[in-house]
């Protein structure tokens, strides 16, 4: 089934709708858990500095995910989601290579991301993707249930 994958505006509805459903999992997943790594400032996904991705299967909203320049050769993946209904049919696997295009366009050679360790099918489908587990970094240190992951895109890599 082909996925459209294409930029808008991290502050739009269709992006605040996916996020309250990304957030919702998340804190049924995670009850106890005080710590909110879920913040994405628009600037940070402004054109030039990193991109913000919807994903839509025959018309409907089903995915999202964003890139963020953490520096001049490290991007960090956030607000990766699909929707339930979706999950399995390609939509993370279109998105994930919409960002990182964007990211070697960018001239990012690494992506990084945290993810949960309750999240087993997400950490699942970043190792299949070529992800690795790396040390805790950033405000992730003192999360407790935080697991970080690390992408080297630099072969193939173009500016």
């Not at 459209?4 to 996020?19: E, G, I, K, N, T």
């Not at 949960?116 to 003192?142: E, H, M, Q, W």
Request: hydrophobic share 45%; net charge negative; glycine share 10%.
């Amino acid at each position: 089934m082909p996925v459209d994958v294409r930029p808008d505006d991290v502050s739009s509805a269709a992006a605040q709708w996916l996020f309250a459903a990304l957030d919702a999992e998340m804190d049924a997943l995670y009850p106890e858990d005080g710590a909110n790594f879920l913040a994405l400032d628009p600037v940070e996904v402004a054109p030039g500095r990193g991109v913000f991705l919807l994903a839509y299967v025959e018309g409907d909203l089903v995915g999202c995910g964003a890139l963020r320049c953490l520096d001049l050769t490290t991007g960090e993946l956030k607000r990766m989601f699909v929707c339930e209904p979706a999950r399995g049919q390609g939509v993370g696997r279109a998105v994930l290579a919409g960002l990182e295009a964007v990211a070697r366009d960018l001239g990012l050679r690494t992506l990084v991301l945290e993810t949960g360790d309750r999240a087993t099918d997400t950490v699942a489908f970043y190792t299949r993707a070529g992800f690795r587990s790396i040390p805790k970094f950033g405000d992730y240190v003192a999360g407790p249930s935080s697991i970080c992951m690390a992408k080297d895109l630099s072969s193939g890599h173009r500016r």
